[in-house]
């Protein structure tokens, strides 16, 4: 599984992210670019420390779904969305983009650290799995808008 602390799928990442102008269509889902753009910025700001959106622990949800958030398999499309992630307004993408670049560049400069936030909902990750989610994720999202 490919980890946002390797230098190279940090930079495919970075490349795909800038490829991406604002005028995108998905090809599933109901975001717009923009939205996508906000919505991702959720779980980089969970695993940098800065928010945990009031999520609550689920020993249920973290049995079924924690390895496939890190797993090589990828994610179907249309999964559902936990609520306070879900994009109900549109997102300017000239303003989400830069945030989302800075959170991305701001994780991958602390691949050095080894002392990583308990997730809200599925509780510890090591260094490697908190990588390797937060790559699955915008790989996930970048696919749905073609990049």
Known sequence: ????FNEAAHNEITERLNKLKGKESALWGKMTVGQMMKHCQFPLNIVLGKDD??????????MLFKKSMYNDKP???NLPTVPVFKMKEDKDFYI??????GLINELYSQREKNNWPKHPSFGNFT???WSQMQYKHLDHHLK????
């Not at 959106?53 to 973290?62: G, M, R």
């Not at 749905?144 to 990049?147: M, P």
């Open 1 to 4: 599984m490919q980890s946002l």
């Open 53 to 62: 959106y009031n999520l609550k622990p689920n020993w249920i949800v973290s």
């Open 75 to 77: 994610w179907k499309k």
């Open 96 to 101: 989400e983009k830069p945030k989302l670049e």
């Open 127 to 129: 260094k490697e799995q």
């Open 144 to 147: 749905q808008f073609g990049v």
